[in-house]
């Protein structure tokens, strides 16, 4: 119980698929998250075991459920990259997440996929595990305070799908990067990411 002293603040760090979150960027992101406050708990994900979105989902779940269980935050917020920032938009939903920090999520959800060609439908849909159980969102309204931070490539190709997104995720802001790559290890991505965090942390 002394640990839950600490912070009533919890922050969940979900990375990309394939990812640790032992990876140097992701260690970043939690001494910097931890200085503002945070209790940091990094939830690593086993990839090659699971044959579909949601059996990932659900192992996500399992160890967050654990760790709020035992030491009862008041607040909870959820980072994600990729696919795990899918990950947490599902899991954030079922904790009643305080903020959603979700960077460079691919246009995966059902009501995404919608916007494409039956062709790029069949070759998005294979990124998640061959199109295996294939996810929605979890509400057609979600009130979590949410941001979507993209790199500006990435931004392009994907406007419509920004736009249905404004639709879903009614407290949600954008925060678009210039002339960056959609990683964390580049500076100025990770750099808007802290910005971010800093402003929701402000909000509350």
Not at 75 to 103: H, K, N, P, S, T
Not at 105 to 120: D, G, H, R, V, W
Not at 152 to 177: C, G, L, S, T, V
């Amino acid at each position: 119980m002394i640990e839950a002293l600490k912070s009533s603040r919890f922050l969940f760090v979900i990375p990309e698929k394939g990812q640790k979150t032992r990876q140097r960027p992701y260690r970043q992101l939690a001494d910097f998250a931890s200085e503002l406050g945070l209790e940091v708990y990094m939830i690593d994900i086993r990839w090659k075991k699971h044959n579909s979105l949601l059996e990932c989902s659900l192992e996500a779940t399992q160890k967050i459920h654990e760790i709020v269980d035992e030491l009862h935050p008041t607040e909870i917020y959820l980072f994600g990259f990729g696919i795990g920032a899918m990950l947490a938009v599902q899991v954030g939903y079922i904790f009643r997440a305080d903020g959603l920090i979700l960077c460079s999520m691919p246009p995966l959800f059902n009501e995404e996929l919608a916007q494409f060609s039956s062709f790029k439908r069949y070759f998005l849909k294979r990124k998640i595990y061959k199109a295996r159980n294939k996810p929605s969102y979890p509400s057609r309204k979600i009130k979590t305070e949410t941001v979507f931070i993209y790199a500006d490539k990435e931004y392009r190709k994907i406007e419509k799908i920004i736009e249905i997104r404004k639709k879903a995720f009614i407290k949600a802001n954008e925060q678009r990067i210039h002339k960056t790559a959609a990683s964390l290890r580049n500076k100025k991505y990770m750099e808007a990411v802290m910005a971010e965090i800093t402003l929701m942390m402000g909000r509350k």
